[in-house]
C-alpha cells in the first residue's frame, strides 16, 4: 500500500498569527472595528471563501496579494464587509420603537413652531441591510397618518457598500418581517415571487421613497450629513470599537443632532452614553441639549 504523503492530499493553509495580525491592523485602522481573537476562526472562514472566490489557493495567497502585491484598494470594500456584523432585525430592540412612536415624536412635534407641517429627519447610523430604517419610516408613515400631520425622511448609512446596495433593493425573506405586526406587515410589504423555496417580500415604493441609503465611515472627522437631524439611532456598532472610539464616534454624530434631538444606542451600550453630558430619557435613549 501506497504511504500517505503531504503531496497527495490538498494543504489547507490556515490565517497565520501575522496575517490575522495584518488584517485586523487594517480594519481597525480604516472602520475603528476591532478584530478581537474570539472572531479569528469566523474571519479565517470568510477570507477562505473569498480567496476561493478569486481562484487563489489558500488565505495566505489571497493575503500575498492583498498587502504584497497591490490588490488593497480594489479588495477593500469586500474586506470591510467581510469584517462587519450585519445583524439586524425590523423592531429590534421593541421598547425603543414603543417609545420612538408614544413620547418621541409627540414631544419633537410639539417644539416646532406652530403653522406649516414640519418635516422629521431620522438617521440610522448603522443601517446594515436597512430593516431598522424601514422599521422607523413604518412607524413616522403611521404616526402621520394619525396626525397632526408632518413630512419625515429617513438616512440610513453603514461602511459597508454590499449592504447599502441590499437596503437599497429593499428585498428581504418573508420570513424576516415576522416580528413586524400584521397591520403593518399588509401595509408596507409587498409579496414576491418565491426564489426557489424562499419567498420573499419588498418595501412598498411609497415607504422606499421616504428612505434612501448612503455608505458612510462612522469614524471619518467629517460627515457629510445634515446638523439639523431629530433622531440618530445608533445600536448594535460601538461594541466593536474601543472605549476611545465610542466616546469620539458618539461626540461627533450628537454634534448633527438639532437642539433637543435625541441619540438612542442599542440596549447593551447604553452606559457608553453616560457622562457625556446627555440628559437620559430611557434605557439608551438620550436627549442632547
Request: include cysteine.
Amino acid at each position: 500500500m501506497k504511504a500517505l504523503r503531504d503531496c497527495d492530499t490538498p494543504i489547507l493553509q490556515g490565517l497565520s498569527d501575522a496575517e490575522f495580525a495584518q488584517f485586523g491592523a487594517l480594519i481597525r485602522d480604516r472602520t475603528g472595528i476591532r478584530l478581537t481573537p474570539s472572531k479569528r476562526a469566523h474571519m479565517e472562514g470568510k477570507l477562505r471563501k473569498r480567496a476561493a472566490f478569486l481562484g487563489l489557493a489558500n488565505v495566505s495567497d489571497y493575503s500575498r496579494m492583498v498587502f504584497d502585491r497591490g490588490g488593497l484598494e480594489a479588495e477593500l470594500d469586500a474586506l470591510i464587509h467581510l469584517a462587519t456584523t450585519n445583524k439586524t432585525d425590523f423592531f429590534r430592540e421593541k421598547l425603543h420603537f414603543d417609545l420612538f412612536d408614544k413620547s418621541l415624536l409627540p414631544a419633537l412635534l410639539a417644539a416646532r413652531p406652530r403653522g406649516l407641517a414640519p418635516r422629521l429627519k431620522v438617521w440610522s447610523a448603522a443601517a446594515s441591510n436597512g430593516a431598522e430604517a424601514y422599521t422607523a419610516a413604518m412607524v413616522l408613515a403611521e404616526a402621520a397618518k394619525r396626525g397632526p400631520p408632518f413630512d419625515f425622511a429617513v438616512l440610513g448609512t453603514d461602511v459597508s457598500s454590499e449592504m447599502v446596495a441590499e437596503a437599497r433593493r429593499a428585498i428581504y425573506p418573508a420570513t424576516m418581517i415576522a416580528p413586524v405586526p400584521e397591520p403593518l406587515r399588509l401595509r408596507y410589504f409587498l409579496q414576491q415571487r418565491s426564489t426557489g423555496n424562499l419567498a420573499q417580500v419588498r418595501v412598498v415604493p411609497e415607504l422606499r421613497q421616504r428612505v434612501r441609503f448612503q455608505q458612510l465611515n462612522l469614524i471619518d472627522e467629517k460627515l457629510p450629513i445634515d446638523r439639523d437631524v431629530d433622531v440618530i439611532f445608533l445600536r448594535n456598532v460601538l461594541i466593536y470599537f474601543d472605549p476611545p472610539t465610542q466616546k469620539a464616534v458618539v461626540r461627533r454624530l450628537a454634534k448633527h443632532l438639532r437642539p433637543s434631538g435625541v441619540l438612542i444606542l442599542g440596549h447593551t451600550e447604553a452606559a457608553i452614553g453616560n457622562g457625556m453630558g446627555f440628559e437620559q430619557i430611557g434605557t439608551g435613549v438620550f436627549r442632547v441639549a
